[in-house]
């Protein structure tokens, strides 16, 4: 079945890295993502890998995937009070569904 | 390029009602797709529409449906309102056109309150 999980709540010190892991079931996906929501507002597409793919970077963000083990993860690099979200990871279900994680929340202190 | 749009942001109905809630989606993009945001729940697919055609329906009573027009915009209405339809209403856009997914651009959401 289709099934992607997270770890719910992350806490980190300003300046320091983030790593936020989620597992996925479904092996045909074409797509993973990571999506950011800020309270009351809709889902921000932070980035994607393509299945083929081992790892992407985009500026402070870098993922990476492991497909033997169906494990995503997403690092945020020199993480502000701006980071501070939630963040969903995401697998393609075919015809541009999407199976959402529980998502995780990221908190930044001093 | 303007973004994903979704109206009205908030609404709030009575058990019993129905609603109505509207998505146009990015320039270009003909694939519409709706999900319902709730604590409990989570992030729920509920339905795909690309061409007008639903191409994929999520585990929902019929009391959710949804079109898609030829311009592309998309509508989701809910009968008979009940008090656990209180979400928050998301809808993304999608350049795929095939069965595999593409990147999907979400809009702000509608915020939908039943009492």
């Known amino acids: 079945g289709e099934d992607v999980e997270q770890s719910l709540f992350l806490s980190v010190r300003e300046g320091d890295s983030s790593v936020i892991n989620c597992t996925y079931t479904d092996s045909s996906s074409t797509y993973l993502y990571w999506y950011k929501q800020e309270p009351g507002a809709g889902l921000q597409l932070l980035t994607y890998?393509?299945?083929?793919?081992d790892m992407k970077q985009d500026q402070r963000l870098t993922v990476l995937l492991n497909k033997k083990d169906k494990h995503l993860s997403l690092r945020i690099a020199d993480t502000q009070t701006g980071d501070s979200a939630i963040y969903f990871c995401?697998?393609?279900?075919?015809?541009?569904?999407?199976?959402f994680g529980a998502g995780t929340r990221l908190a930044v202190h001093p | 390029k303007a973004g994903v749009t979704q109206t009205p942001r908030y609404l709030i109905k009575t058990r019993g009602q129905q609603v109505t809630l509207s998505c146009s989606p990015i320039s270009g993009h003909r694939s519409v797709s709706w999900y319902q945001q709730t604590p409990g729940q989570g992030l729920q697919f509920l339905f795909e529409y690309f061409s007008e055609t639903q191409r994929n329906k999520g585990n929902f009573p019929g009391r959710f449906s949804g079109r898609q027009f030829s311009n592309s915009r998309s509508e989701m209405n809910v009968s008979t309102l009940e008090l656990g339809d209180s979400a928050l209403y998301l809808c993304a856009s999608s350049s795929g056109t095939g069965d595999l997914n593409t990147e999907a651009f979400f809009g702000q959401g509608t915020r939908l309150t039943v009492v």
């Open positions: 995401a697998e393609g279900g075919g015809y541009n569904k999407l199976i």
């Open positions: 890998i393509f299945s083929n793919m």
